[in-house]
T-cell receptor, first 117, second 112 residues
Framework: GAGVSQSPSNKVTEKGKDVELRCDPI?????LYWYRQSLGQGLEFLIY????????KSGLPSDRFSAERTGGSVSTLTIQRTQQEDSAVYLC???????????????FGPGTRLTVL | KNEVEQSPQNLTAQEGEFITINCSYS?????LHWLQQHPGGGIVSLFM???GKKKHGRLIATINIQEKHSSLHITASHPRDSAVYIC??????????????FGTGTLLAVQP
């Protein structure tokens, strides 16, 4: 079946502009994660959605970052007033959240490469 | 100190060699993940384990919970194994989030 998809694959924007990044998780996966991969920081967690629970936003680096997940499926990560340090690859992952255990294999999307000029 | 440490950071091997990548962590975990990322490519999950050992083809992953240590082994290495291998953990702190905490990765180059 289809894997996790993300769009756009590449985004170049000017400093100060807002951007929206989209993630389509694997159908039926209740958990969705956003991560960021940048040259200086490696991979870092941003935000986590699980079903109807309140999202874990503890990884968002500033209040310019927000995310939502509509209908328990598609998610959008929004970065307002982009800065050059926001340049990175933004990765989305999804997983099943089993009843008997909370941790499950995460499937990653191909990422969106964001370049802020 | 990072919660997840990997070694080595860079590794060059000749085709056919046996390769070991190590991962140590300092927190209680629910699971440990080994991920693979080819240059310019996406991230693929190789293993998720919470105890013992798993094998898939030429790849073997082991974990020692008491010592907070895991190893990824590649037998009969091949140039197509060249990639970044990333160790990540899911922390066990009773919370609902199963976010991954990542090591810095090991860049493996297998030469023909």
């Amino acid at each position: 079946g289809a894997g996790v998809s993300q769009s756009p694959s590449n985004k170049v924007t000017e400093k100060g502009k807002d951007v929206e990044l989209r993630c389509d998780p694997i159908s039926g996966h209740t958990a969705l994660y956003w991560y960021r991969q940048s040259l200086g920081q490696g991979l870092e967690f941003l935000i986590y959605f699980q079903g109807n629970s309140a999202p874990d936003k503890s990884g968002l680096p500033s209040d310019r970052f927000s995310a939502e997940r509509t209908g328990g499926s598609v998610s959008t990560l929004t970065i307002q007033r982009t800065q050059q340090e926001d340049s990175a690859v933004y990765l989305c992952a999804s997983s099943l959240q089993g009843r008997l255990r909370n941790y499950n294999e995460q499937f990653f999307g191909p990422g969106t490469r964001l370049t802020v000029l | 100190k990072n919660e997840v440490e990997q070694s080595p950071q860079n590794l060059t091997a000749q085709e056919g060699e046996f390769i070991t990548i190590n991962c140590s962590y300092s927190v209680g975990i629910s699971a440990l993940h080994w991920l693979q990322q080819h240059p310019g490519g996406g991230i693929v999950s190789l293993f998720m384990l919470s105890s013992g050992k798993k094998k898939h083809g030429r790849l073997i992953a082991t974990i020692n919970i008491q010592e907070k240590h895991s190893s990824l082994h590649i037998t009969a290495s091949h140039p197509r194994d060249s990639a970044v291998y990333i160790c990540a953990v899911t922390m066990n702190y009773g919370g609902a989030t199963n976010k991954l905490i990542f090591g810095t990765g090991t860049l493996l180059a297998v030469q023909p």
